[in-house]
């Protein structure tokens, strides 16, 4: 997804929002901050941090991420054909059509099967490796990353590199002429996708849409599709895992009723979503004057909209909303944004989620960090918030 940067998080546990933000919260009417705007430098916003003030943000369709394509201002992913937040209206709503038909819970579904056998490959693959390893780079970027591949047609092989491209484009301080040399790179790469799925429509979602749609679109906004969601399908989801993973394991208890109990795989899922909040929070511009929780926002403001901190706003969720636990009823959390942008690709997600966490749980029935918690590195400034490494271990003959 897009979105710009934040401050980083002043917090004193990695999973909890910045203190700044809290405070935020609590405070009437809506403050301001400055943010780091990865094209205009530095830029004053709006902080958006209650839940009802974040939901009703993001439904404001007066408030976007951005204006169209910019064909004055240099080719990032950000900027180009085929990028779907930085769409608005009627515009937006013919190419979110196109797409949404190969995002359904049901056609997700049909994926299940191949799902289940890359998860249950790398699994057999830590245990013959044996303890340790970096479960990011054996599970966690792995299973999405083959999701997406599989959905697109996209070979596997050349991972390491639209890995890398994704890793600078998501990082949000990553400078204009880093943007435009990954997105170059993958845009190239996905292009020859594009060519032969135009000369002959593949079973992925680029053949699909050519297809059902191909009169339609340029082959500018195919490839943009192609590489959003190369993009947004596999790192957001790779983050999600491995600090699920990390969560888990620092709250025990909830980890055993996950790994135990069959029927909490649905509510843990939807409760570590809420709990991580992954995205940092997103920059909004108003593109009229717009009245939101009783501020007025003049047109041209930014506003900043905190998923985070909405879904640990005790509005949202009465009791201990700081807590992860994994029977919680779930709640209509932000994690995936709301309204017309709310993310395409959140039932993948989910399905992946489900499938993954608790069939690594219970192979490693033991499992554990193996260094010390102030060892982790978190992914600061990043579009989405992650940790870089997690070194994990367990009892070898304790495999299952
Ligand atoms: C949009 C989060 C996984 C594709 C979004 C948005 C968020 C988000 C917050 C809204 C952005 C905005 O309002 O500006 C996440 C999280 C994920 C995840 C937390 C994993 C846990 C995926 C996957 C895909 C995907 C697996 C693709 C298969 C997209 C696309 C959009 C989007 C294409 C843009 C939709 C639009 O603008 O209409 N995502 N996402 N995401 N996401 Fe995801």
């Known amino acids: 997804p897009a979105s710009f940067v934040t401050s980083e998080r002043d917090q004193d546990c990695p999973f909890d929002p910045s203190r700044t933000l809290v405070r935020m919260r609590e405070e009437d009417g809506l403050p301001r901050l400055r943010v780091f705007h990865p094209v205009r430098g530095e ?22 991420t951005g204006n169209g394509i910019d064909t004055t201002m240099p ?109 170059a790179e993958l845009n190239a790469a996905m292009q020859e996708l594009v060519t032969r799925n135009r000369a002959a429509p593949g079973d992925g979602v680029l053949g699909r849409l050519v297809r059902q749609h191909g009169e339609d679109l340029t082959d500018a906004e195919l490839l943009g599709f192609g590489t959003t969601l190369l993009v947004g399908g596999h ?12 969560a888990l394991l620092r709250n025990p208890n909830q980890l055993a009723a996950l790994r135990d109990d069959t029927s909490v795989t649905n509510t843990a899922v939807e409760e570590l979503l809420r709990y991580l909040a992954i995205p940092a929070p997103l920059l909004r511009m108003a593109v009229e004057d717009v009245e939101i929780c009783g501020s007025r926002i003049a047109a041209g403001e930014y506003v900043l909209l905190s998923p985070l901190t909405a879904n640990r706003d005790p509005d949202l969720v009465p009791e201990w909303p700081d807590t992860l636990d994994v029977h919680r009823r779930p709640v209509a ?19 992946e989620l489900k499938i993954a966490l608790p069939a690594l749980l219970r192979r490693f029935p033991t499992l554990e960090l193996a260094v010390p918690d102030t060892d982790l590195r978190f992914r600061e400034g990043s579009t989405v918030y992650g940790v870089e490494a997690l070194p994990v271990s367990w009892r070898p003959g304790n495999a299952g």
């Not at 790192?235 to 600090?243: F, Q, V």
Request: charged share 15%.
């Open 43 to 64: 830029i004053e916003a709006i902080v958006v941090t209650r839940y009802g003030d974040v939901r009703a943000a993001f439904a404001e369709d007066l408030l976007v």
């Open 75 to 183: 080719r990032t992913l950000f900027n180009q054909p085929g990028f779907l937040p930085a769409y608005s209206g009627a515009e937006h709503q013919r190419l979110r059509r196109m797409l949404t038909g190969c995002f359904t819970v049901r056609q997700v579904e049909q994926l299940r099967p191949a799902i289940e056998e890359m998860v249950s490959a790398h699994l057999d693959a830590m245990v013959a490796h044996g303890p340790v390893v970096d479960l990011v780079e054996a599970f966690a970027l792995p299973i999405p990353s083959l999701a997406i591949c599989e959905l697109l047609e996209v070979p596997y092989e050349t991972r390491s590199m639209f890995q890398r491209c994704s890793q600078v484009i998501m990082d949000g301080t990553a400078c204009a002429d880093q943007l435009v040399a990954a997105s």
């Open 235 to 246: 790192e957001t989801t790779a983050t999600m895992l491995a600090l699920s993973v990390l």
């Open 333 to 351: 959390q932000m994690s995936f944004g709301f309204g017309v942008h709310q993310c395409l690709g959140q039932q993948l997600a989910r399905l």
